[in-house]
């Protein structure tokens, strides 16, 4: 196999663990907290992840690239395993903690890896890893109506503990490997992208779910579908940032999920949102992706604070909509995504 390949394969079985159990985060925290406090959890779990991410590059000098890959998604495999047979509210956090800090050492030694290998490969890798939207999150609806929801988090942990594997066959020379860089300064922007997304993605499918009492397999069909239109756009639209304004406009219209349950298919959008801004980080070292995905830790934070601070599902959601659609004049009026600038 060649290393595109390899990577793909690594990225579809962490697709497959994924897709089965996001739909169904929050329906699930719901039986251990009230609604409106669902985004406690992500807060507390994104916090540890924002330090956890700038410790990718120690570690992987540590132990080596691929070891660092498949140690650490097997550990984020195991978190959700946590989750799955959590007693109570602290060990779910735990669990959800767990699976996320490791996750996050793991992934600035893919990107870094896909980034040497050409422009598009990270869009291109993300793409193939949207493939199981197809059908996993429909198959995680049917564990949860047959064996009840915590099967859905047991069954992908496991996947997420095999996911790292394929990369055993990647090589690459060691000593080639840059673990650090000189600093360059940081350009917010691209991070403000995951604003609207963190304002929305506690609440979306929970209140699709309770509005219009749909079944766990009705639920798992309009998470496929929205995930399939995310593919069908980053598969049309990589390397392409320009058309970032009218990804954020129509991204904006998850709000009117009070109307009509059909418009939660525009939450698929965040699948295009983050890859065309990772696409411009150019990095060329590890750390140079940690400290892009600690920024982007620290949006997916202030988003969920002020979905917690919104008090109410529907002002998180609006609130959502309105940050969407002026980053949307944002970006059509600036042009200019790109993560790190020259001095």
């Known amino acids: 196999m060649n ?55 120690k570690i992987s000098k540590l132990l080596g690239l691929k070891r660092a890959i498949i140690l650490f998604m097997a550990l984020s495999g195991v978190g959700l395993m946590v989750v799955a047979i959590a007693p109570s509210l602290p060990v779910l956090i735990l669990g959800f903690t ?21 422009k598009g490969v990270i ?18 609806g049917a564990i949860a109506q047959l064996l009840g929801i915590r099967y859905v988090f047991l069954t992908a942990g496991l996947f997420m503990t095999l996911s790292g594997l394929p990369v055993l066959g990647l ?26 997304i963190s304002l929305a993605s506690p609440f979306v499918f929970l209140i699709t779910k ?16 929205s995930e399939v239109i995310g593919m069908v756009v980053v598969f049309l639209s990589a390397g392409r940032n320009k058309l970032l304004p009218i990804y954020l406009m129509l991204f904006s219209l998850v709000y009117l999920v ?40 620290i949006f997916w934070l202030i988003g969920y604070v002020a979905s917690l601070l919104a008090l109410s599902v529907k002002f998180a959601l609006l609130i959502s909509a309105i940050s969407s659609l002026v980053l949307a004049f944002i970006a059509w009026k600036t042009r200019n995504f790109k993560i790190f600038v020259d001095k």
């Open 258 to 297: 009070f109307f009509n349950p059909l418009f939660s298919l525009a939450f698929g959008l965040w699948e295009v949102l983050i890859p065309l801004a990772i696409e411009e980080v150019n990095g060329s070292s590890i750390s140079a992706y940690s400290r892009m995905i600690s920024l982007q830790q």
């Open 98 to 118: 767990m699976s996320s800090s490791s996750l996050l050492i793991a992934l600035p030694n893919y990107y870094y890896y896909m980034n040497n290998l050409g």
């Open 3 to 57: 290393r595109v390949t390899l990577l793909s394969t690594s990225w579809f079985i962490w697709g497959i663990a994924y897709y089965l159990y996001y739909p169904y985060t929050s329906i699930y925290a719901s039986t251990f907290i009230k609604d409106r406090l669902i985004p406690l959890i992500y807060i507390i779990y994104t916090l540890i992840g924002i330090p956890s991410a700038l410790l990718s590059a």
């Open 210 to 225: 309770d509005l219009y009492n749909l079944s766990y397999v009705a639920v798992g069909v309009l998470a496929t579908m």
């Open 171 to 196: 090589e690459y020379d060691k000593e080639s490997i840059v673990f650090y860089e000189n600093t360059r300064k940081l350009n917010p922007l691209p991070g403000l992208v995951i604003i609207p």
């Open 123 to 140: 869009s291109k890798v993300w793409a193939i890893s949207i493939l199981p939207a197809i059908f996993t999150p429909v198959i995680g």
